[in-house]
């Protein structure tokens, strides 16, 4: 068994990452296992006021160069002596990795997005030369500063297999895990949010992501600008955080004239609730790590409507819990939501394989338990 757990992470914000480790923190301090956390940012949105509310030991860095962070660091885990230092996201695990040039600790790093895949290029904000110097960095300072890997997918652990050399015996791959949608047997909570948005003589469709291009919400609007002629039978809901394509979005929803059909809804705290008050969650990501959004649709008994890129395949079964459309195709993806706007049976035929699956692979407590056993059988052999 682990006695003491370091947890070391860009920020307690509202990406899939953050909100599993939250998740899986709330596990292991059940387990009596103390708890420590370093962040490197303060963060409005996310989890945040909740990991702190919870009174877990939150650390959070002063801003510096990045080896004053990683003798920082160092010296809490001198101080702390944790069993395992477990790091997620790049900038808070180069700073791991560098921590191991001042002291001794069994460093896991959690893989939980491809970074250098060729379709990621494509993003107008991606600088080439950058990424470029950021795998040689990676590749370099694996061989010193980690000792295992864990990967949220098998997608993502083929990445790092052929981007930096990692060997097949140092991943563990573990998805991630959701907790159960009690939601789904509250028909006032439901009632409440379908009324705040004038849905309930309406197919709801909810899309949770922060408005970034890998997320492709203008392949999505693209989409709808080819239903026009049924805007009347659907509201839709983007909720997630602005970001660089918000501007676009906001002017694909005029130009189409869909003003009363999308609502544009932000960041939320109530996520569950919204999906459970929904009828189709649909998910036009260009790329992904192991899509969380798509396993808390599943928990909601929802059908889905997804890109078919390897991630997403990983989490759905394509044609019983889910509608594929081709990667950036909004012609395939208007085809594949007028199909379940139209058609309820389907729907809810749907939407039971989609509780189904989540039941049999993602439910919250199964996933943290691997985790934990991994932890224990890592440090076992240290």
């Known amino acids: 068994m682990i006695k003491k757990y370091l947890a070391v992470q860009d920020s307690l914000g509202t990406g899939g990452a953050e909100r599993s480790n939250a ?36 650390h959070f860095l002063q801003s510096g160069i990045l080896m004053q962070q990683a003798k920082t660091i160092a010296k809490i885990i001198e101080n702390f002596e944790p069993d395992i230092v477990h790091s997620v996201l790049f900038k808070a695990s180069l700073r791991v990795r560098m921590a191991k040039l001042f002291t001794r600790f069994y460093h896991i790093e959690s893989l939980v997005t491809m970074p250098y895949a060729k379709i990621r290029l494509n993003d107008p904000s991606a600088n080439k030369f950058y990424i470029q110097i950021f795998r040689g960095i990676d590749l370099i300072s694996k061989y010193f500063g980690v000792d295992h890997f864990h990967a949220n997918g098998e997608t993502v652990a083929n990445h790092y297999f052929k981007k930096l050399r990692i060997k097949k015996s140092k991943i ?10 009690y939601c789904l047997d509250n028909p006032g909570v439901i009632g409440g949010l379908r009324n705040e948005f004038n849905s309930k003589n309406h197919i709801q469709i909810i899309h949770v992501a922060r408005h970034e291009y890998p997320k492709g919400q203008d392949i999505l609007l693209d989409a709808f600008g080819r239903l026009v002629n049924i805007k009347e039978k659907f509201k839709v809901l983007l909720v997630g955080r602005d970001g660089k394509l918000t501007k676009k979005i906001k002017h694909k929803i005029e130009e189409f004239g869909l003003g009363n ?4 809804v932000g960041h939320r705290g109530d996520i569950y609730e919204l999906l459970a008050s929904s009828d189709i969650f649909v998910f036009p990501s260009r790329f992904e790590g192991l899509p969380g959004a798509l396993i808390e649709a599943e928990a909601a008994g929802l059908p889905i409507i997804c890109s078919d890129i390897p991630n997403n395949l990983e989490v759905i079964e394509e044609n019983r819990n889910a509608l594929v459309f081709k990667n950036e195709d909004p012609v395939s993806l208007a085809e594949n939501l007028n199909k379940l706007i ?5 729907r809810l035929e749907m939407g039971k394989e989609s509780l189904r699956i989540y039941k049999e692979r993602f439910q919250i407590e199964t996933v943290n338990k691997r985790m934990l056993n991994l932890f224990i059988d890592l440090t076992s052999k240290y």
């Open 23 to 58: 998740e899986l923190w709330d596990y292991l301090k059940k387990c009596n296992v103390q708890i420590k956390i370093i962040v490197l940012r303060h963060r409005i949105e996310g989890v945040e006021k909740e990991i702190l509310e919870k009174g877990f030991d939150v």
């Open 172 to 181: 563990s791959v573990i998805p991630r895990g959701r907790k159960v949608n």
């Open 261 to 264: 059909s999308i609502h544009i």
């Open 342 to 346: 139209m058609d309820k049976e389907k």
